[in-house]
């Protein structure tokens, strides 16, 4: 069962992230919890979260978001992909070396984001937002890894 995990909290972050909340212009600016949980997984067990479990999941995340299928399937595989080409240099480092690894990942994943969606809008969407979900996104990373590091550390004994 163990095994599963790291597919089972990545679904768990994509539902988390499509939660509705009571906030007006929240979707908008929702953390990429989703995208945290796979970086997660990508450097500390890439072998229990394949490529097609990500494709997966950020398709039913489109589908269920209603955004253009197959964004955030791209943008998992793209982050996955860099990722495990540098996870060498985030094993056994401080949290802090972690965590600004993921700044630099978020903030192109976001910039990625807003020059597809201004894309396919035909027009260059406002910055604001995207900035405002990237600077949230950093500053929720923190908690998610603590949370995915203690869930790892309880059922697979290890981390």
């Known amino acids: 069962m163990a095994r599963l995990l790291p597919v089972a909290t990545t679904v768990f972050a994509m539902l988390l992230s499509i939660q509705p909340v009571p906030i007006p212009g929240y979707a908008a600016v929702t953390p990429a919890f989703t995208l945290m949980a796979a970086y997660h997984w990508t450097i500390y067990r890439p072998d229990l979260l394949p490529a097609l479990a990500l494709f997966v999941i950020g398709t039913l995340q489109d589908l269920l978001t209603g955004g253009p299928t197959g964004v955030t399937a791209l943008l998992l595989l793209l ?16 949290f802090a070396f972690v965590w600004g690894g993921f700044t630099l990942l978020s903030s192109g994943a976001m910039l990625f984001l807003w020059a597809l969606h201004s894309l396919l809008a035909a027009e260059f969407l406002d ?33």
């Open 79 to 94: 982050a996955y992909s860099i990722v495990l080409t540098h996870r060498r240099h985030f094993v056994n480092r401080p």
């Open 127 to 159: 910055l604001r937002g995207t900035v405002f979900r990237g600077v949230l996104t950093v500053a929720a990373f923190p908690a998610a890894s603590f949370l995915l590091g203690r869930t790892q550390r309880a059922l697979m004994g290890e981390g």
